[in-house]
């Protein structure tokens, strides 16, 4: 098992490999400077801080519970292989041009947890998003190609970039339209349902693909000065 107190740090720097083939419970500070990679072949729980600055790539291969922070801040691919959880007051942001990967499920699951994109990165969410707490979009791209559902007290704000559904589409919380474009792309059925206070209100818009979108209860609307 890989371990990191309160008051450890580790900083993974150079062209050589970092592998923790059990689990890791990180409460300190886990630094990714290298050009290479750092892998994490068991569950991660971490209630500290993962920072990526570099070029070399970070996977967490197995499941991870996270109720502290992650920061890409580099260039290198973030990736979650498997289930991840952001809870408590988690916080995962994308602050660089590092592309992060959840190619499972991704869990936002209390009030005060967040993911938040300031820059040009890309985010892939391969599977479904269960947001109960703050998802905050930036200039950058973020697609979503499982079905995206905003809880109860869930917060999705869209920024000034792409964000793309491809699975079907459920708000019972807050949604925000930003500057850019809200696209429901897909070759099969999207169903959209708004159970929300204020429905779904759209400044910008695109239905694309084959398929139908159903609309099947609650509101959505395109803002006077939208298009």
């Not at 519970?65 to 498997?82: D, K, W």
């Not at 930036?138 to 964000?163: E, H, M, Q, R, W």
């Not at 209100?201 to 694309?208: H, I, L, Y």
Request: hydrophobic share 30%; aromatic share 10%; no cysteine.
């Amino acid at each position: 098992a890989f371990n990191r107190t309160g008051t450890g740090v580790y900083n993974h720097s150079g062209t050589g490999t970092f592998t923790a083939l059990s689990t890791t419970n990180n409460a300190g500070t886990f630094n990714q400077s290298a050009t290479s990679l750092a892998y994490f072949q068991g569950a991660v729980t971490n209630s500290g801080t993962v920072n990526l600055t570099g070029s070399g790539a970070l996977t967490n291969a197995n499941t991870t519970s996270n109720t502290g922070l992650y920061n890409s801040n580099g260039t290198g691919l973030l990736t979650f292989s498997s289930t991840a959880t952001n809870s408590g007051s988690g916080s995962i942001t994308q602050n660089s041009t590092g592309t992060i990967l959840f190619s499972a499920v991704f869990n936002n699951s209390s009030a005060g947890s967040t993911f938040t994109q300031t820059s040009n990165g890309t985010t892939t969410f391969a599977s479904d998003v269960n947001n109960s707490g703050t998802i905050t979009h930036g200039p950058g791209a973020i697609s979503v190609a499982g079905t995206y559902t905003n809880n109860v007290g869930g917060k999705l704000i869209l920024g000034s970039g792409d964000f793309t559904f491809t699975g079907d589409y459920t708000n019972n919380g807050t949604f925000t339209a930003g500057t850019g474009n809200a696209l429901f792309s897909s070759a099969s059925t999207q169903r959209l349902k708004d159970g929300s206070a204020n429905g779904t209100v759209f400044n910008k818009v695109t239905f694309s693909g084959d398929a139908n979108k159903n609309v099947q209860s609650g509101h959505f609307y395109v803002s006077p000065s939208g298009i």
